[in-house]
Structures are given as structure tokens and as C-alpha cells.
Nanobody
Framework: QVPFVESGGDFVQPGESLRLSCAAS????????MAWYRQAPGKQRELVTF???????EYADSVKGRFAASRDNAKNTFHLQMNSLKLEDTAVYYC?????????WGQGTQVTVSS
């Protein structure tokens, strides 16, 4: 059973915002780092951001200043606030650990940015 379920994806226009959620079926408080990844059509999956225990975080250059991730260990949830969305943000977004685990990939949630 895949431990993560993503939701919140939608069809939006450039400049709009979305908040993605990742629900974990297990306790994430012991997971060192949680991450969001995305895969655009015809491209390889890429790391968008991760947040580690203790607050260390990293963002891909393409989303810095626009995206913000947060984790709620008490609720076993992980979120991605995406602002000022661009056409190139169109992708399927996944949550996983960082580094990722092969058997943790879920269905993802589709984000489509189009005018």
C-alpha cells in the first residue's frame, strides 16, 4: 500500500494559486525529509522542494519565491502552496520522502496552468 495520497490539483490560469495536499497513511514525524516532485509531459520527474526535520528546506530555482511547502507531523500531512503559477508549472505533482522511495510513489495530482 502506497503511504501517500496527493490531492488539490486543478486547472488554473497563469498567476493563480493552488494548494496541494499529501495525506500520509503512516506517521511522518520520523521521516527525515518530505518532498514534492513533479513530472511534466515528456520530461523526467524532478524535485520541487523538500523539508527536513529541524526546518532545513530546499526549493528548485524555478519555484523559489512562488512555492512554499509545509509539513504537519501531528496530522501526517504535507502541503505545497503554489502562487503565481506559470504555464511551465503544468505537471503531475507527487509527494514522497527525500530521497524518494520507489514503492512510495502514488498517483499524483494533476496541475494544469493554461490561459
Amino acid at each position: 500500500q502506497v503511504p501517500f495520497v496527493e490531492s488539490g490539483g486543478d486547472f488554473v490560469q497563469p498567476g493563480e494559486s493552488l494548494r496541494l495536499s499529501c495525506a500520509a497513511s503512516r506517521n511522518i514525524s520520523n521521516i527525515y525529509a518530505m518532498a514534492w516532485y513533479r513530472q511534466a509531459p515528456g520530461k523526467q520527474r524532478e524535485l520541487v522542494t523538500f523539508i527536513a526535520k529541524g526546518g532545513r528546506f530546499e526549493y528548485a530555482d524555478s519555484v523559489k519565491g512562488r512555492f512554499a511547502a509545509s509539513r504537519d507531523n501531528a496530522k501526517n500531512t504535507f502541503h505545497l502552496q503554489m502562487n503565481s503559477l506559470k504555464l511551465e508549472d503544468t505537471a503531475v505533482y507527487y509527494c514522497n520522502t527525500f530521497p524518494s522511495r520507489v514503492n512510495f510513489w502514488g498517483q499524483g495530482t494533476q496541475v494544469t496552468v493554461s490561459s
